[in-house]
Structures are given as C-alpha cells and as structure tokens.
C-alpha cells in the first residue's frame, strides 16, 4: 500500500468529535486546542476509515492563515504524511486567495522544525517565553526544555 495515494484528507463534519488525543500530541493543553478550534478549520486524515492525521488552520488576519496544530498518529509518523498534511493546507489556502502561513514551534521541536524548513517554511521570529508564560507544566522534548515559540512563515 502506497501511504499517500490512500490517504483521504477531508474536513471535519459539523457534529464531529475533534480527534482530542492526536491533537494533544502536537499540543498538550486542552483549553488552547478547544479555544482554537471553535475559530479554525479542522481537516482529517483518514486511511482505510482509521483517522491517523489532523491538522488545524485559522485566519489570523486578512490574508494571513496559521496552522495551530499537526499531529499524525505515532505509528504512522516518519513516513511523509506529517508533509502532505503540511502541503495539502499550503495548496488549499493559496486556492482560496491567502498570500502567506505561519506556524509556530518549539525551541525544542528539532524534527517539526525540520519538517516545516523542507516544506518551505522559514523562520520570522521568536516568542520568548511564550511555553513557560502561557502552560502550566514543564514541556522537555530531546533533552531540551521548551521555553521559547519559533515562529515561522511561507509566501503562498
Ligand atoms: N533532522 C532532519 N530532518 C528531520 C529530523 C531531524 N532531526 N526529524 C524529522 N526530519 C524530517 C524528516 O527527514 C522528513 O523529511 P524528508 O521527507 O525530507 O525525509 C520530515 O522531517 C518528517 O516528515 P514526515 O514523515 O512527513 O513527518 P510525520 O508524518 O512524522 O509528521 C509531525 C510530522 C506532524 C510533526 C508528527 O511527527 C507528529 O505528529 N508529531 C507529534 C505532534 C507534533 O509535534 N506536532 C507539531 C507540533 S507544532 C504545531 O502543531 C503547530
Ligand atoms: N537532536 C537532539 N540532540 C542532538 C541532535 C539532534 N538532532 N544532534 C546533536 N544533538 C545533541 C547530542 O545528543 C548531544 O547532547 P547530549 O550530550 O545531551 O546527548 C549534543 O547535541 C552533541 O554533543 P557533542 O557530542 O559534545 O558534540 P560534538 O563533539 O559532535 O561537537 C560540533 C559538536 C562542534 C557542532 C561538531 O559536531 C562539529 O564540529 N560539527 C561541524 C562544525 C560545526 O558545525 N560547528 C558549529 C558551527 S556554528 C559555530 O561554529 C559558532
């Protein structure tokens, strides 16, 4: 089975549960994943009717969309779908008219960070602090502690 070609990515219905424990894996606070939710868009990733992928998309100004969270179930991760999710919101939003993305990582993400570089995204700027001021809990990912937000776009 080729991975990409069964992959079916659709959008959430409207009476739908958000997948909360894939979301949780690219975020770990609830309230932010379910405040965001009620303003963006929600797509899915299905292959053979399991969902395995999500990501979330919101306007952040007129012509400017932010992923806020891509997540791909861990048996499945390292295997190009966290990409296609990637490159299925920059087609689809640049169809629809916006002229940038942004997303935001970890200091600590160093694959996400990798992953968003190869998918043309680049490094704007630096919200420091941004994980210790706005979550309670403590985040450490390859040994590093994640303070800082890295932020980053690409033209679309
Ligand atoms: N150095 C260099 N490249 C790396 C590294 C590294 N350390 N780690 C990953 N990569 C590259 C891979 O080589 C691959 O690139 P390639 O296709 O050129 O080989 C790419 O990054 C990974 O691509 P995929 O296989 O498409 O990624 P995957 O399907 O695993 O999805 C994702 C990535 C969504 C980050 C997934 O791992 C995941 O769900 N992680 C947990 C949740 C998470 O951290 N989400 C993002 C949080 S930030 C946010 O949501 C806005
Ligand atoms: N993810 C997580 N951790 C990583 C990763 C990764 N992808 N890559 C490296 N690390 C960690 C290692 O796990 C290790 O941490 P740990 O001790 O907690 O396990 C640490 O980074 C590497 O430590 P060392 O083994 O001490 O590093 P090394 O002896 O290889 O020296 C150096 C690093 C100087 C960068 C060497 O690899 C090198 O000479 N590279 C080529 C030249 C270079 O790039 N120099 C720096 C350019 S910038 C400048 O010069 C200012």
């Given amino acids: 089975m080729n991975i990409e070609d069964d992959l079916h990515i659709r959008q959430i219905g409207e009476n739908e549960e958000a ?3 894939l979301l949780t894996l690219a975020d770990p606070s609830d309230q932010r994943i379910r405040s965001y939710l009620k303003q963006s868009d929600c797509y899915l990733a299905e292959l053979t ?10 306007k952040i100004s007129r ?6 969270n891509i997540a791909v179930k861990e048996a499945f991760q390292g295997k190009g779908i966290g990409k296609h999710l990637l490159m299925d919101a ?4 640049s169809k629809a008219g916006y ?6 990582t970890g200091n600590s993400s160093i694959g996400q960070l990798a992953l968003y570089q190869k998918a043309g ?3 704007d700027c630096i919200l420091r602090d941004f994980f210790t001021d706005y979550y309670e809990d403590h985040i450490y990912e390859n040994g590093i502690w ?3 937000m890295i932020r980053l776009n690409r033209t679309l």
């Fill in 146 to 148: 994640c303070r800082d």
């Fill in 99 to 104: 002229k940038a993305i942004e997303i935001g």
């Fill in 19 to 21: 997948p909360m424990v």
């Fill in 90 to 93: 920059v087609n689809r939003y």
């Fill in 121 to 123: 995204f680049r490094i």
């Fill in 49 to 58: 009717g399991e969902i395995i992928g999500v990501y979330v998309a919101g």
């Fill in 63 to 68: 012509d400017t969309i932010e992923i806020y």
